[in-house]
């Protein structure tokens, strides 16, 4: 298993730090690197991938350093974010390319196999021009794959894609890390990277902000402080119905609707109807006033 390794890695472009002092280990699975647009994703991913050397720090590839190391794109593949694709080639061509390119023994039987694996047979001979997001998508990920690299990563490869797409490069993903290999992908959407991998590594503004297991995250996030703006047919009623549920942190009441701060978001939304029907009043509506992303990760800097 070849595993990546960053010890204190900090780079910055002239004074804008992109990423802050940064240690971590990734081993085989699925990781989810998970934060904010500009948190510094993409400079992470271009440190591991080779492109771009650590200002500070140490970053190892199967115990080499990734910088100025052509050895170890025999091990690691990379789907960048932005399209790279020439759009005049057939999936099949492009595939072939990337084996030739690997210089591999049996080029056309790698090719074959990558567009196995991310089943695009039937569509290989196609232009890519003509095919939707997600099918590009996955011919990236078969050119990227088709050196069967230990290391897979991934810069946003939800991105754009239709729900069926998605479930599709999520069993992808799962297929690659269940056998062994280490796959890390980015998103700035928890769900998405909740229903992929166990692992997450949250990047706020350059720094590791957290970093396991999921669910402890997930409760972390859940179990923070949640405010609501709500309107109902009876507001008062509804207030004093709410002082005794146990969710409730807190309420204001005042010309413009009730403000509720709830201590965990499921069991007070989950609660609010039952009261609301127990109460004989209609909610008309109920708004999460603090749920920007930034919010969630901001927390999470602070917790
Ligand atoms: N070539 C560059 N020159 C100067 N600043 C840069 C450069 N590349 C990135 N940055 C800055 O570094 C920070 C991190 O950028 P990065 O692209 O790594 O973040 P990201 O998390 O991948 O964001 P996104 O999801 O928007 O792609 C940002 O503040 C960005 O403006």
Do not use: C
Not at 169 to 176: I, N, T, V, W
Not at 224 to 246: G, N, W, Y
């Amino acid at each position: 298993m070849k595993t990546v390794e960053l010890t204190n890695v900090s780079r910055w472009y002239g004074n804008v730090v992109a990423i802050n002092n940064v240690t971590m280990t990734l081993g085989s699975g699925v990781t989810g690197l998970l934060g904010p647009n500009g948190a510094g994703k993409t400079t992470l991913l271009h440190m591991m991938s080779g492109f771009l050397a650590p200002s500070q720090g140490e970053l190892l590839i199967g115990g080499e350093p990734a910088w100025r190391n052509p050895g170890i794109y025999r091990h690691l593949g990379l789907v960048s974010e932005r399209e790279a694709v020439h759009g005049f080639l057939t999936a099949w061509e492009f595939v072939l390319a990337s084996a030739k390119l690997h210089k591999l023994p049996q080029p056309e039987q790698a090719a074959r196999r990558a567009i196995e694996l991310v089943e695009m047979t039937d569509a290989q001979s196609r232009r890519i021009e003509t095919f939707s997001k997600g099918m590009r998508q996955r011919t990236r990920v078969a050119a990227a794959l088709v050196h069967d690299p230990e290391i897979l990563l991934l810069d946003e490869p939800f991105n754009g894609m239709d729900p069926r797409q998605r479930l599709h490069m999520m069993e992808l993903l799962h297929q690659m890390g269940s056998s062994g290999r280490t796959v890390l992908f980015s998103s700035h959407i928890l769900e998405e990277v909740e229903e992929v991998s166990g692992t997450v590594q949250v990047i706020v503004a350059g720094r590791l902000a957290a970093s396991g297991d999921y669910r402890t995250i997930r409760r972390l996030m859940t179990h923070r402080p949640h405010v609501f703006a709500i309107r109902s047919t009876d507001d008062r009623r509804l207030a004093v119905a709410l002082m005794h549920e146990e969710s409730v942190n807190g309420l204001d009441l005042d010309q413009g609707g009730l403000t509720v701060r709830a201590g965990d978001y499921g069991a007070f939304t989950r609660a609010l109807p039952k009261i609301a029907l127990r109460e004989g009043l209609r909610v008309r509506q109920l708004i999460p006033s603090d749920e920007s992303l930034e919010s969630v990760f901001a927390y999470l800097i602070t917790a």
